[in-house]
């Protein structure tokens, strides 16, 4: 079945570290997002990626990196430089260029800092 | 610039009862407008899109939105609610501009159900 898998489910970082949170696609979609979710904030755009090899920041970019060297891959790092990485964390793919297309979404990971 | 607003962040109903959750947007250009569906750690899942043509919209679980571009809104209902609607919903609008993805969310609307 295509879709979009997000892992781990949940995810525990101690302050300081860097941690990964791995998305992968099976839906042949050039277009990637990483979004974060916290109680009554709605979604809000970390990065986005439109084609292999190229990704632009988002509304709350600070603290966070992506790569993407694979169509079906878009992995977020959540550095040392968040402040407050604590939240739920929703990757989506979508057919890149076409408005009237929804966005597919992942389960989510949920990363704690203990 | 596109954006959305949603009336209410958290709505409670009877088993039953007719759900209503509000949706207004703002857009300079046609916009393409979407509402969403989280239940509780999991990821949001599309319940109904409006694109062109029709305006009153059929989904998925018996919901429907009707865009009414005269009052800039995309209200969801649902004439009986269950107790497995119980979720959050989100309205999205397409976003134009470039710098903000494919869509721009609205804060979110939680529907309690109560038995």
Redesign the interface.
């Known amino acids: 079945d295509g879709g979009i898998t997000q892992s781990p489910k949940y995810l525990f970082r101690k302050e300081g570290q860097n941690v990964t949170l791995s998305c992968e696609q099976n839906l042949n979609h050039d277009a990637m997002y990483w979004y974060r979710q916290d109680p009554g904030q709605g979604l809000r755009l970390i990065y986005y990626s439109q084609i292999v090899n190229d990704f632009q920041k988002g509304d709350i970019a600070e603290g966070y990196s992506v790569s993407r060297e694979k169509k079906e891959s878009f992995p977020l790092t959540v550095t040392s430089a968040q402040k407050n990485p604590t939240a739920f964390y929703l990757c989506a793919s979508s057919i890149q260029g076409a408005k009237d297309t929804e966005a597919f979404f992942g389960q989510g990971t949920r990363l704690t800092v203990v | 610039a596109q954006s959305v607003t949603q009336l209410g962040?958290h709505v409670s109903v009877s088993e039953g009862a007719l759900v209503l959750l509000r949706c207004n947007y703002s857009s300079s250009v046609p916009p393409?407008l979407?509402w969403?569906v989280q239940y509780p750690?999991?990821?949001?899942?599309?319940l109904l899109?409006y694109?062109?043509g029709a305006t009153l919209v059929k989904g998925i679980n018996g919901f429907e939105a009707e865009f009414k571009k005269s009052e800039t809104s995309f209200h969801l209902t649902k004439p009986s609610a269950h107790m497995s609607d119980a979720a959050e919903y989100?309205c999205a609008v397409?976003d134009?501009g470039g710098?903000?993805?494919?869509?721009i969310?609205?804060?979110?609307t939680k529907l309690s159900v109560k038995p």
Do not use: D, I, R
């Open positions: 962040s393409y979407f969403y750690n999991q990821g949001l899942q599309l899109k694109t062109t989100f397409s134009y710098s903000q993805g494919n869509l969310f609205g804060k979110g």
